[in-house]
């Protein structure tokens, strides 16, 4: 629907940027071979694209050159949630896609990927060389016995020997599973204990902030406590000696072998993620490698705009599920850029720095990281050559309205900015990026291909300019096709299907905007609720963290006992600053003035710091649970936080308010 009173986009591609983009050539090609509709732009291509989910995904898979070791018989038996059934008879293997440029001789001794350490100097693994790495390991995991099925973990940083073990282990039809080297042993073993890896990759240790972190001691307490393990790969990032009982990486991966891959089921397993696990042992995601496969196709291929030109660069760890999506870019034969280290070292605009000396053309990174340049001054066109850059993508949180026009005035006039949504359950994005549409500040550009996205009331009504919950209606690929240790997919079903039956809730408030956009508030688990007024607490901390004596913040909305509503907000102050009643004004009259006057928090009080996920996301529901007097064992899973130390302020926090 459009509207009369559309505001005025902040970018718009011009007509050789849409005529260019792969998404316009696929919706002729589709409009010529399966009566898509060959006008009406993106929003027609998405309508049909939920109204005829079978030939929009059998299109996919053509128009990409999918390869069936076994043909198909149906595009989708079963469309129920949970439960959908794709592609089914077919087999297929993920690791033979990801490789295919190699088989191309005019692009063998192409960068496959480009490594990057905090030194910001690239080193480059070409095609044939990484297809000759997963061959020989591949080759190897079968002489150590590892079948279809096989868990295969790894305890690795951002390099290219994760990239290479990922690739191996879907090659034999193992199921792949990592945590990065800066989570503890207790937080990796209540991942990996659930799925009883037979192999573990490891490094000695890993570099961040100029730093050398030996991990030599928790890789002994995981060999300790997996009695699963087969065999583990110690991986000399810091040149110690191989330990006792362990495999040399050198010796699985020097002999350059054709790789062999299994050809396994549209629905095999591919890798396990996991959920930030902040109040209870971490949901063990399951992801399918032919489901992976076709949403990674759509979403890279066509809403990125990604082919053998390009260089896709995001920043992300081995911990969080860009990173499986980073290496899916391979799928598309572009050139991924691997990072490993300090997002901020040695200064906080090394990322662009990065992005500048790989000639990244698609540069993803967190909001965070976006408004953090902003605060500290960070000019990045002027101080470094970003003519390659074509899109800057943002997730992790909404990207605040700051922040788009931040990176529209300091990167470039004319840039894409991608602001994406979508969660670690799918590996991939519900909304975000469509090269051909135009970029209004504050919003995600349009729901994505085949995704049925819709906001609803509580009572399942679709709303249009009004917050609901974030819902999808159809079935995607990339759907979990269980939760591991899941018998009777009961905790499946809570996570997403308790409040709407067979429709998929996510846990988020969002808009869709009447000319297609979508805006996303926040968890609507921790949405605050004031006086019937629904809003995100990202909208709170996109206003207050303007201030720039606020470093960071965290809001809490607490149903009372008596039926009243306390609505704290927590402040960790910049360097210097100071919480005096004149910041505390400010502070409010910013949300009262910018947001909503029922919003004001009822206090303003300053912590030492803001408590995160492993992955980096604020803690929230968790905190709200300690201020409501939940044990701390019960709130929170302690090897979920980065620094659990804080979470006692606001134990003790309950613990005076309930006497007072």
Same mark, same amino acid.
């Given at each position: ?131 000759? *790495?997963?061959?020989?390991?591949? #080759? ?39 945590? #990065?080297?800066? +989570? ?37 307490? !995981? ?5 699963? !393990? ?35 089921? +549209? ?9 930030? @696990? ?8 399951? *992801? ?12 890279? @291929? ?101 922040? +788009? ?125 004031? *006086? ?129």
């Amino acid at each position: 629907m459009t509207s009369t009173t559309q505001p005025e986009p902040l970018w718009s591609p011009g007509p050789d940027r849409i005529a260019g983009a792969r998404i316009t050539a696929f919706q002729a090609w589709a409009a010529e071979r399966h009566d898509a509709p060959a006008d009406g732009g993106y929003p027609a291509l998405h309508a049909w694209s939920v109204a005829e989910l079978d030939t929009f995904w059998k299109a996919v898979a053509e128009w990409f050159d999918v390869r069936f070791t076994t043909p198909y018989a149906s595009v989708l038996a079963d469309r129920s949630m949970p439960g959908a059934r794709w592609f089914t008879g077919a087999t297929l293997n993920y690791a033979e896609h990801a490789l295919r440029a190699a088989e191309d001789p005019a692009r063998a001794e192409d960068a496959a990927l480009l490594y990057v350490d905090e030194t910001h100097e690239a080193t480059p693994i070409t095609w044939a060389e990484l297809r000759g *790495q997963v061959g020989a390991l591949a #080759a190897e995991l079968r002489a150590l016995g590892v079948r279809p099925g096989d868990r295969v973990s790894g305890y690795l940083p951002n390099i290219p020997e994760a990239v290479v073990a990922l690739l191996a282990t879907a090659a034999v039809g193992g199921v792949w599973t990592s945590c #990065a080297p800066d +989570f503890g042993a207790r937080s990796v073993l209540d991942r990996f204990q659930q799925v009883e890896p037979v192999v573990l990759f490891t490094v000695d240790g890993y570099r961040y902030g100029g730093k050398e972190h030996d991990r030599r001691d928790t890789v002994a307490e !995981l060999r300790a406590d997996l009695p699963s !393990l087969r065999a583990v790969v110690h991986i000399p990032l810091l040149g110690t000696p191989v330990p006792d009982g362990a495999l040399a990486w050198a010796d699985l991966t020097s002999a350059r072998t054709e790789p062999v891959f299994e050809p396994v089921p +549209f629905d095999h397993p591919l890798w396990v993620l996991y959920s930030s @696990g902040t109040t209870g042992l971490p949901k063990a995601i399951v *992801q399918s490698q032919g489901g992976i496969l076709l949403e990674h196709l759509k979403q890279l @291929g066509l809403h990125c705009d990604l082919g053998p030109e390009d260089r896709f660069f995001w920043y992300t760890s081995t911990g969080w599920m860009m990173w499986n999506f980073l290496v899916s870019g391979l799928l598309t034969g572009t050139t991924v850029v691997l990072y490993d280290g300090s997002p901020g070292y040695p200064d906080t605009g090394a990322q662009w720095r990065i992005a500048e000396r790989t000639r990244a053309t698609l540069y993803g990174t967190s909001a965070a990281y976006v408004m953090a340049c902003r605060k500290a001054g960070v000019h990045p066109s002027r101080d470094h050559d970003l003519s390659a850059v074509k899109c800057v993508a943002t997730t992790g949180s909404p990207l605040p309205p700051d922040g +788009f026009r931040w990176l529209h005035d300091e990167v470039a006039e004319d840039l894409w900015i991608a602001s994406v949504s979508g969660g670690t359950d799918v590996c991939s994005c519900f909304a975000g990026a469509v090269p051909t549409l135009p970029v209004h500040i504050g919003e995600l550009q349009a729901p994505c291909l085949g995704t049925d996205l819709q906001s609803w009331d509580p009572s399942g009504k679709p709303l249009t300019g009004e917050v609901g919950e974030l819902v999808v209606t159809n079935p995607m690929p990339s759907m979990p096709i269980y939760f591991w240790n899941d018998p009777d997919g009961s905790r499946y079903r809570d996570s997403y299907f308790e409040m709407f039956p067979g429709v998929w809730r996510h846990g988020d408030w969002i808009t869709l905007t009447d000319h297609g956009s979508v805006v996303i508030h926040g968890r609507s688990d921790s949405t605050l609720n004031r *006086q019937g007024v629904r809003m995100g607490s990202a909208d709170i901390y996109e206003a207050v963290e303007r201030l720039p004596e606020i470093k960071e913040s965290l809001v809490i909305g607490l149903e009372e006992p008596n039926g009243g509503y306390w609505m704290p907000l927590f402040v960790h102050l910049a360097p210097g600053a100071t919480l005096d009643d004149d910041l505390r004004s400010r502070i409010k009259a910013t949300i009262r003035e910018e947001l909503s006057p029922r919003h004001v928090p009822d206090e303003v009080i300053e912590v030492p710091a803001i408590p995160h996920t492993l992955t980096g996301k604020r803690i929230e529901v968790p905190v709200k649970r300690l201020l409501q007097g939940t044990p701390m064992e019960k709130a929170v899973n302690p090897g979920s936080v980065d620094n659990l130390d804080l979470l006692h302020f606001y134990e003790e926090l309950a613990r005076t308010r309930s006497r007072s």
